[in-house]
């Protein structure tokens, strides 16, 4: 499985963004896809994860951030009220039942 992200980029505290992120290969055997983030000097941390029909989100991003998979192959994650903590490289990915798998990231700034 390969995951293309895209639609990362500048934006003022307070904005919107959304990405994407597109999967392809064996995406009929995936479980579950989502986001991840990394800012510098920090973990790895989640920010919303889709199983099923079952949402779950990081606690930072709780209310603000909604992801959504759109098809087998296709998740997209909105992100409202944008802080300047939010500033990360953003990672899709995705799971079946014996690998986990990763975008190559796409950089998010919040600033002014």
């Known amino acids: 499985v390969q995951l293309q992200a895209s639609g990362g980029g500048l934006v003022q505290p307070g904005g919107s963004l959304s990405l994407s992120c597109r999967a392809s290969?064996?995406?009929?055997?995936?479980?579950?896809m989502g986001w991840y983030r990394q800012s510098p000097g920090k973990e790895r941390e989640l920010v919303g994860f889709?199983?099923?029909?079952?949402r779950r989100y990081g606690d930072s991003v709780q209310g603000r951030f909604t992801i959504s998979r759109e098809s087998k192959n296709m998740l997209s994650l909105q992100m409202n009220d944008l802080k300047p903590e939010d500033t990360a490289v953003y990672y899709c990915?995705?799971?079946?039942?014996?690998?986990?798998?990763w975008g190559q990231g796409t950089q998010v700034t919040v600033s002014s």
């Open positions: 889709s199983t099923g029909s079952i």
């Open positions: 990915n995705a799971v079946d039942s014996t690998q986990t798998y």
């Open positions: 290969g064996r995406v009929f055997s995936l479980n579950g």
